[in-house]
């Protein structure tokens, strides 16, 4: 599992032109899932990105998670997350979940983190989406869990 997370003051996302999902500051999540994660994997991602401090303190310090901040959370999955980049110059894909397993996995990594953020949204799996975001610092991570 590979979590892209970025710092923003602002994220959408948009399907057929309609926002389905937006916060103000906060971290916006783009979420790959690969065939081996589990529910264990999930949690586990789940408290990394609910825990992990990279909002600033009164010292200007990465002292700060997301909760800490009154924070927004968008989640968006993003297959491509998973690719596998390592030879050629085009991306495979078949290291990233089937999509019914990642659907699947995604649902349950959403229902996780609301069940410890309310202040979280997601965009639709599956859907073509735009997002749009201002990337606070800029400030980017990728977290793995395996």
Do not use: C
């Amino acid at each position: 599992m590979r979590v892209l997370i970025q710092r923003v003051t602002t994220a959408a996302v948009a399907v057929e032109g309609a926002v389905v999902g937006n916060i103000d500051q906060g971290l916006l999540a783009l979420v790959g899932l690969e065939p081996a994660d589990t529910l264990q994997t999930l949690t586990k991602m789940a408290n990394k990105l609910l825990a992990y401090r990279v909002f600033n303190d009164a010292d200007g310090k990465m002292n700060l998670n997301v909760q800490e901040i009154n924070g927004g959370l968008l989640l968006v999955s993003q297959f491509t997350l998973a690719a596998d980049t390592d030879k050629g110059l085009r991306p495979g894909f078949s290291s990233a979940a089937p999509p019914q397993q990642a659907q699947h996995l995604f649902n349950e990594f959403v229902a996780l983190v609301r069940t410890r953020w309310a202040h979280t949204q997601t965009g639709i799996f599956g859907a073509d989406m735009q997002v749009s975001l201002i990337n606070d610092g800029p400030v980017t991570f990728l977290l793995q869990m395996k």
